[in-house]
Each structure stands twice: as C-alpha cells, then as structure tokens.
C-alpha cells in the first residue's frame, strides 16, 4: 500500500487594521509593516517596504472620502503584501509627471520598486496593493520565505 503524504500549503500570515484617514497614517501603517516583516521573520526589504506603504496610504487618505482606511498585510512563502482599502471608486493611475515635480510620482515608485503592483475594485470602493519578492538568504538558506507560524502536523 502506498500512501502519500498531504502537500504542505503556502504559510499565510494576515495582519489587517483600520487607520483614521488622517497625518498619522502613514506612519502607523509604516509602524505595522515594520512590525509584521519583524515578527514573522520576512527576508524582505523593510525600508523598501515602508517607502512603498507610505506611498499607498498616503494616496488613499488624500482621495479618500471616508473617515478610514484598511491596511492588509500578508505574506506567502515568497511575497509580502500590502493592500489598502478606502472608499473612493477612482481607480489610481500612473501619472506622466517631469522628474522634478513635486508631487505626483509615488505610483511611479511603487511600480519601479514592487515585484508587482494593482488596485481592484472593492464593495465599498477600491483596493491599491503592491507585492515584494523575499531577498535571497546566506548560503545554506533553503526558504525564501517566513519562517512557519508553527510546526506542520501539530
């Protein structure tokens, strides 16, 4: 009898919170991804990360016309993600901006540093999200990704 053993699944980790749509934003959502790459042990670029976070919030508490907005941070075994929720139905676009204007190119950074990057439709408005792939580990490292919340099997 032969008897094969269930495939592992992807580890998953979610953090989500509502942040008042105000200054304070973008730094709590900054706070929360540097505590997330942290606590889950992510081999991704936290300053990367928080740059790219601040970007994303920072566009949705401008055109937001609610008094919040969602943060989701999840992982995968190679990806952290970050989406944000608000409650405009205006879906960003990428801005044709001169390399010295002084608003405008945050989208722009945050396709040119992301692994990918959208936004999507949402019941109560839209959602922006970006992707970054985990850096390579030392040698010997054989996951890219976090480590397990706990030991398979248990």
């Given at each position: 009898?032969?008897?094969?053993?269930?495939?592992?699944?992807?580890q998953?980790?979610?953090?989500?919170?509502?942040?008042?749509?105000g200054?304070?934003?973008?730094?709590?959502?900054?706070?929360?991804?540097?505590?997330?790459?942290?606590?889950?042990?992510?081999?991704?670029?936290?300053?990367?990360?928080?740059?790219?976070?601040?970007?994303?919030?920072?566009?949705?508490?401008?055109?937001?016309?609610?008094?919040?907005?969602?943060?989701?941070?999840?992982?995968?075994?190679?990806?952290?993600?970050?989406?944000v929720?608000?409650?405009?139905?205006?879906?960003?676009?990428?801005?044709?901006?001169?390399?010295?204007?002084?608003?405008?190119?945050?989208?722009?950074?945050?396709?040119?540093?992301?692994?990918?990057?959208?936004?999507?439709?949402?019941?109560?408005?839209?959602?922006?999200y970006?992707?970054?792939?985990?850096?390579?580990?030392?040698?010997?490292?054989?996951?890219?990704?976090?480590?397990?919340?706990r030991?398979?099997?248990?």
């Amino acid at each position: 009898m032969n008897t094969v053993a269930p495939s592992r699944p992807a580890q998953l980790h979610l953090r989500r919170l509502r942040l008042a749509a105000g200054p304070a934003a973008p730094a709590e959502a900054r706070r929360q991804v540097r505590a997330a790459i942290r606590a889950w042990g992510l081999r991704a670029d936290p300053d990367t990360a928080m740059l790219l976070t601040s970007e994303v919030v920072t566009n949705a508490i401008e055109h937001e016309p609610g008094r919040t907005v969602t943060l989701a941070i999840t992982c995968t075994d190679d990806r952290l993600r970050v989406d944000v929720h608000d409650t405009s139905r205006l879906l960003p676009v990428l801005a044709d901006c001169p390399a010295d204007a002084e608003a405008g190119r945050g989208l722009l950074l945050v396709a040119a540093l992301s692994a990918e990057w959208g936004s999507y439709r949402t019941p109560a408005g839209k959602a922006v999200y970006f992707t970054l792939a985990f850096q390579p580990g030392p040698a010997g490292w054989e996951r890219s990704g976090p480590r397990p919340a706990r030991a398979w099997g248990r």
